[in-house]
Structures are given as structure tokens and as C-alpha cells.
């Protein structure tokens, strides 16, 4: 019965946390081959790539805020 569940899961759209989740796994190189195939055969391109693009915007502003955050520390040392 749970493999019946398993493959209705694999046939329908993906929710936004599996999006995000698949995007973040892909992010950091690790996407399992299955969840690849389910969000080749039933996801929506463009919300792949706007959460990409999301994704690596606060990845780099994050790293800028880090940095920030370390050059002030440094000069008020």
C-alpha cells in the first residue's frame, strides 16, 4: 500500500516546499535521482528558476552582509 502512496505522490505537481527543497539539494549538488525525475516530469520550469534566482540572491547577500559585519567589527577592534 505505501508504494501505491509513493508513486501518487510522484504523479502529481510539486508543492512549494518540495521546490524548494528540490533547489536547495540541486544547490548544494546533492538532488536525489528520484526527486530529479519528479521535478523533470511534473514541475514548472520557471518556478525552478525563479527559486534558483531567489536562492543564489540571498546566498550572495548573506555573504555581503557577512562581510559587512566582519569589516566592522575589525575597525571597532
Known amino acids: 500500500m505505501s508504494e501505491q502512496s509513493d508513486n501518487n505522490d510522484d504523479e502529481k505537481k510539486p508543492s512549494i516546499t518540495q521546490v524548494m527543497a528540490s533547489v536547495?539539494?540541486?544547490?548544494f549538488g546533492v538532488q536525489s535521482s528520484k526527486n530529479k525525475?519528479?521535478?523533470f516530469k511534473h514541475g514548472n520550469h520557471r518556478v525552478f528558476i525563479i527559486m534558483g534566482l531567489v536562492t543564489t540572491a540571498l546566498f550572495i547577500g548573506g555573504i555581503a552582509l557577512l562581510v559587512q559585519f566582519v569589516l566592522h567589527i575589525t575597525k571597532a577592534g
Open 37 to 39: 525525475e519528479r521535478d
Open 24 to 27: 536547495m539539494s540541486a544547490f
